[in-house]
């Protein structure tokens, strides 16, 4: 698969068949995603990779603490901002919109819709889940190299035939995950990913969601 390719092609992928990789086979695709980019080359990112029990544990707790608290952990690092713009609430609303009609989800079906939400903290039904952590002590310009090593991670899974879907849905329980893995104060869980070998005759692994055209979000200068 060619680069090229390989950006066009990948999905975020919602449904897995049970297959389990094998530790090689993830250290193998973080092996060749390491020599993503970064500021300075600070390499700023973490890597937390579980399955089996593990991975059954952390959805546990996921859904215990979702219980709890159905709003969520509150969070020093918002998923969105508060006022989010309009052009942006709609793309948000669009890619909702398209998933549920996939699901045949009907919109005032808050039950099934919240169910459907909650399997994210199944991974999806993924045999592998990655979480992605920084130090805290780093601001916004490493996050951004941290996201380059996730979209790097995410495009080497599928040249290797695997599918994954980035999770900052995990945000809400972070608090919680932090201290099940009994991680150090200065380390922060940016955001989750699942990874596995993709269910491709599930109707939700066919969203292809919609971009803007260059025209939109480009200016050219001195061409
Ligand atoms: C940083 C990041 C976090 C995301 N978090 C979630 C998530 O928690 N749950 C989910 O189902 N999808 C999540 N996504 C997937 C986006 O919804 C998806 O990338 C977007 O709709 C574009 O679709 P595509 O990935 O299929 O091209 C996330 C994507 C990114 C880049």
Redesign the pocket.
């Known amino acids: 698969m060619d680069t090229i390719d390989a950006v066009k092609t ?3 992928t ?1 449904a897995y068949l049970d297959e389990p990789i094998s530790r090689d086979a993830v250290e193998e695709i973080l092996d060749i995603a390491r020599y993503s980019p970064s500021s300075s080359n600070l390499q700023p990112w973490g890597t937390i990779v579980v399955s089996g029990d593990e991975r059954r544990a952390i959805t546990d707790l996921a859904l215990n603490t979702m219980m709890a608290n159905p709003k969520g952990e509150d969070d020093e690092y918002p998923i969105y901002p508060a006022d989010l713009p309009q052009q942006y609430q709609d793309r948000r609303a669009g ?1 909702g919109k398209a998933m549920y009609e996939l699901m045949g989800i009907e919109r005032q079906d808050e039950a099934a819709r919240q169910a459907w939400a909650m399997d ?1 903290f199944n991974f999806y039904g993924a045999p592998v889940a990655i979480f992605f952590t920084i130090d805290r002590l780093h601001g916004r310009n490493q996050w951004a190299s941290l ?1 380059m090593f ?1 979209q790097t991670v995410c495009l080497v899974a599928h040249a290797k035939g695997y599918g994954t ?5 995990w945000a809400m329980v972070r608090k919680s995950l932090h201290s099940h893995l009994h991680l150090p104060d200065n380390e922060v869980i940016y ?1 989750g990913m699942a990874l596995g070998v993709a269910d491709k005759s599930k109707t939700i692994n066919t ?1 292809r ?1 919609e971009r803007e055209p260059v025209a939109n979000f480009s200016r050219f200068i001195g061409f």
């Open positions: 990948r999905i975020s919602r890619v994210n996201g996730m879907c980035m999770q900052e849905i955001a969203l969601t």
